[in-house]
C-alpha cells in the first residue's frame, strides 16, 4: 500500500504543479510600433497623360505648279525657315519678267504724261490753252499715275509667286512625311496637304481630373486637411513609359471650365519644354502634380492598420502596455503608409506590425521603433486625387 500511496501523491503534486503553470500570466508580445508625430507632409497626385504638339502647322502651296524636289529629310526635326520643297520656277520666274516690262513700259507713259503737263502748265497760266486741254493733261499724268502704281503691284506679286515656289518651314518643329512625290501637280486648297509640321519645344501634356477628385479637393481643402499652392502653381513631373523621370518639369496653363459629360472628367493641360525632343506627340506618360501640401498628416505603416466587420482599426499601445483597438479613418497613401484623416492624435503609440497575432488588451512589449515619416519627404509616392 505504500508504494501506492506515494504514487498518488507525487501525481496530486504534479498536477498542482501544471495548475500552477497554465494558471501564470503570459509574457508581453514583442512588437514594433511608431509614436504618432502630426506633420506637414507633400501632397502629389498622379494621371495619365498624353503627349500634344503645341502647334501643329499644315504645309499647303500657296501657287499652283509641278513639285521639283522634296527638300528635307522626312521624318525629321527642320529649324524655322529650312526649305521643305520647291515647285517648278520658270513659269513664275517668266511671269515676273513679264510682269516687270509692263511696269517699264507704265513708268514710260508715266513720265511722259509728266513732261506734257509741265509743258502745259505755264500755257494754261498765260491763257494760252483752254481749261479743258489743261484738265485733260492732268487727267492722263494721274491714269499714267494708277498704271504705275499698278504695275508694280504686279511686279511684287510675280515676286511673291516666285518666292512661294520654295516652300520653308514657318517654325521649328518635326516634320511628317510627304503626301506627294516629285512631278505631282501641287494646287493651293483645302485637298492638298503637302505635309504637317509639329511644334515639340515646348509640348504640351494633357489629362484628365474626374470630378469626383475635384470635389473631394475641395472638401478636404475647407477642412484645411489639404493646402493648395499659391497662384495654383503646381509643379508637374513627367515619368516616361520606362519609370525615368523626365529632367524638366511642366506648369500648367490651361484648365477647362466645364466637365465633359462623356466622361465626367475635366481637361488639364501642362506645358514642357522639350529641348531634346524625349517626349513626341501621341506618347502616353505619368503626369505627376507636385505643390499642395497636407499639414498636420497623421500618418501610420500600411502594415499597422487592418479591415474588420466594423471598418478600419488599428491598435494603440495604452499607458498599461496593453494594445487597445481603435477604429480609424483613413484618406491616401504616402510612401508606404496611410493618412489617417480620424481615429487618432498626436502623440499616440501605434503597434506598426504583427497586428494579426494581437487581441484587443493584450499586454505588449515595444523592441523595436519604426520611423513616424519617410526618410525622404520630398520624394512622396503619388496619390490618385484631384485639385
Known sequence: MKPLFYLLLAQTFLCMSCSKKELSPKPPLPVSAMHIVAKTIPANFQYIGVVESSHIVEIRARVMGYLEKIDYLEGSI????????????RPFIDALHMAEGDLERAKAVHWNAVQSLNRMTPLFKANAVSQKDYDNAVADEWSAKGLMLT?????EKAKLNLGYCSILAPVRGWVTK??????????PGPNDLMTSLYVIDPIW?????SEGDILKSRKETSKKQLVLPEDMKFAIEIILADGTIYPAFGEINFSAPDIQQTTGTMLVRSVVQNRDALLRPGQFVNVVVKGAKRPNAIIVPQTAVSQGQNGIYVYVVDEKGRAQIRMVETGDWYHDYWIITSGLKDGEIVIADGVNRIQNNMPVSVTKWVASAPKNEENSDNQTLGF
Open 205 to 209: 501634356v494633357n489629362f484628365s481630373v
Open 178 to 187: 510627304s503626301t506627294f512625290r516629285e512631278g505631282a501637280l501641287i494646287s
Open 151 to 155: 504695275a508694280e503691284a504686279n511686279v
Open 78 to 89: 527642320v529649324d524655322a525657315n529650312s526649305r521643305l520643297f520647291v515647285i517648278d520656277q
